[in-house]
């Protein structure tokens, strides 16, 4: 299946934890965690245990950018460099060099001003469990 959201890390099951309606899965890519919050039904329809080969998946829309580390609610933060920012009229598309591989964003234009995003600046890709998908 090919899909349009533009970040898919490939890894392995590092745990799935269940709850009464939701798992929480945590994926190994390139040594790095993506944690997912998907629903228990989900988890177990798609055989998800440990060791098993998963697909974390994420809309690019979905991608928050921000400097540094940050104390935040958000499971998912990985610190990388930005290796492009392709500008629009009203968002750009920020590519970042990450621990799991290149993660895309889109974000406003004032964000990456406000941010001084550009080609080599230090930034940290930052996605909630809630809006990684999981594949198999």
């Known amino acids: 299946m090919k899909l349009s959201a533009r970040n898919q890390f490939e890894g392995k099951v590092k745990s799935v934890e269940e709850g009464a309606v939701n798992s929480i899965v945590k994926i190994d890519?390139?040594?790095?965690?993506?944690?997912a919050t998907i629903s228990k039904a989900s988890a177990n329809e798609l055989e998800l245990k440990e060791g098993v080969a998963a697909?974390?998946?994420?809309?690019?829309?979905?991608?928050?950018?921000?400097?540094?580390?940050?104390k935040l609610s958000a499971r998912n933060q990985f610190e990388g460099k930005v290796k492009s920012v392709e500008e629009g009229a009203v968002n750009s598309i920020v590519k970042i060099d990450a621990p799991i591989g290149q993660v895309t964003a889109t974000i406003s234009n004032a964000a990456v001003k406000e941010l001084e995003l550009k080609e080599g600046a230090p930034a940290t890709a930052v996605i909630k469990a809630t809006s990684v998908m999981v594949g198999r």
């Open 29 to 35: 890519v390139n040594g790095a965690i993506v944690t």
């Open 55 to 70: 697909t974390a998946v994420i809309k690019a829309t979905e991608v928050m950018v921000g400097k540094g580390t940050l």
